[in-house]
């Protein structure tokens, strides 16, 4: 089988002949282990890219502070400036503009032809609502602008939506196998507004957005950080087939029994706060053997997600790869 075959068969929840891998190699990975990595990476590779030694990030005098603490402020398209404290951690906004201005085609057919070739390719729309407007206007007065449900945030996020759709278009043009959304609609333990709220303010958002790519008959991922459980059936409507949770926040068994039964699939992302940070190799052995057991990705519908944040030790990113590799 393919790398190719496998990863859509595990999209489409189908059976393969080996557990599905994406490998995401996230530069602050590099950046704590070097070269090693790549290493690492080379010898068990993953099946929807190819891979490609990374370089390994060198950081400039002036992004640290006197006590040589990392600290970093960036200004992004958007006239956000972020504050980052922790190198390839998100950080916070700093200042808090209303600019959606803009347009940002890209055009990248050529390269998903290629890649087409021998592996799934997928494109990232970038378009969230909570994560977006939060930065450009605070999270306090999102939730309340929200809930008041005024022209003015209604306008917002009827422009946010315009200013994604055309890369919608582009990513469907150029013949991707499937869009990937994300946005946190979680906290630890419960959504971050009701259910009502959610389906008048964000769902038609979300909606409208992924609407051309149900009807191209795309492939539609959703990531969200946050206990989302009562989320998944209404994703499922408006077109979403797979879902990369945040899997420590539910129970393991029923969440399976949940995807089976909305017919979604799910990229398994091993514990990063806990068992890789903190746990022991073989903690990250069973953590991941228990996911195969309980997830049963050669029979579709299950593949694992592999990236490298920062805190984990090195022997816990070995452990993880390696026994992924050997399913």
Not at 234 to 262: A, H, N
Not at 286 to 295: A, D, K, P, R, T
Request: with cysteine; net charge negative; proline share 6%.
């Amino acid at each position: 089988m393919t790398h190719r075959e496998r990863a859509v068969r595990a999209l489409g929840r189908k059976p393969v002949d080996k557990p599905a891998v994406e490998f995401y190699y996230s530069p602050v990975g590099y950046y704590e282990h070097g070269e090693k990595l790549n290493d690492l990476y080379e010898r068990c590779p993953g099946d929807f890219a190819p891979f490609a030694r990374q370089p390994v990030p060198v950081l400039p005098p002036e992004v640290f502070d006197a006590d040589g603490r990392y600290h970093e402020f960036v200004e992004d398209a958007w006239g956000v400036l972020w504050e980052y404290r922790v190198y390839g951690i998100m950080g916070h906004a700093a200042r808090y503009p209303i600019n959606s201005d803009g347009d940002a085609y890209t055009r990248y057919a050529a390269g998903i032809a290629a890649q087409k070739k021998d592996w799934i390719t997928r494109q990232g729309i970038g378009f969230s609502v909570i994560e977006r407007l939060s930065g450009l206007m605070g999270f306090d007065n999102l939730l309340i602008a929200l809930a008041d449900d005024g022209p003015e945030i209604n306008s917002l996020l009827d422009r946010l939506a315009d200013y994604y759709l055309p890369h919608v278009h582009a990513a469907i043009h150029a013949g991707a196998d499937y869009l990937s959304f994300g946005d946190d609609f979680g906290t630890q333990e419960n959504l971050i507004m009701s259910l009502d709220l959610f389906r008048h303010a964000i769902l038609p958002r979300c909606a409208r957005l992924m609407a051309r790519a149900k009807e191209a008959g795309d492939h539609i991922h959703s990531h969200t950080c946050g206990q989302v459980g009562a989320l998944l059936p209404l994703l499922r409507e408006i077109g979403v087939r797979s879902i990369w949770p945040q899997l420590p926040l539910y129970d393991m068994r029923e969440f399976k029994y949940t995807l089976d039964s909305l017919g979604m699939s799910i990229a398994l992302h091993t514990d990063r706060a806990n068992t890789m940070t903190h746990g022991t190799s073989q903690e990250v052995r069973e953590l991941v053997g228990l996911e195969n057991e309980i997830f049963k990705p050669r029979d579709g519908g299950a593949w694992f997600y592999i990236e490298c944040d920062t805190g984990f030790p090195f022997e816990n990113v070995r452990a993880l790869v390696e026994s992924v590799n050997n399913l």
